[in-house]
């Protein structure tokens, strides 16, 4: 039996998507990148990354891949990574 209050895995990726809409304007924690990647139906979710110099979107699953290649680069650095608006969402 399954606690009403546990979530089945294949669905944190969305909720946590949703709540970082809803609680910090869509703005992800290194946590929530990991989960949102983790999940098979949320880890292809393109993810928009903001650097110094720039941005790029990627999907969530390759996300953490991409930062550590700005951070390495010691050119750049990484600001923050959001949840990316798609026309539905408007």
Do not use: W
């Amino acid at each position: 039996m399954t606690h009403r209050y546990s979530v089945p895995d294949a669905t944190k990726g969305r909720l946590t998507m949703q709540r970082a809409s809803r609680e910090r304007g869509g703005f992800l924690t290194e946590c929530d990148v990991k989960v949102i990647a983790n999940d098979p139906t949320t880890r292809l979710q393109m993810l928009l990354v903001r650097c110094g110099s720039g941005r790029f979107m990627a999907p969530a699953q390759d996300v953490q891949h991409f930062i550590s290649i700005v951070d390495g680069s010691g050119e750049d650095y990484v600001r923050d990574v959001s949840v990316a608006q798609t026309r539905d969402e408007r």
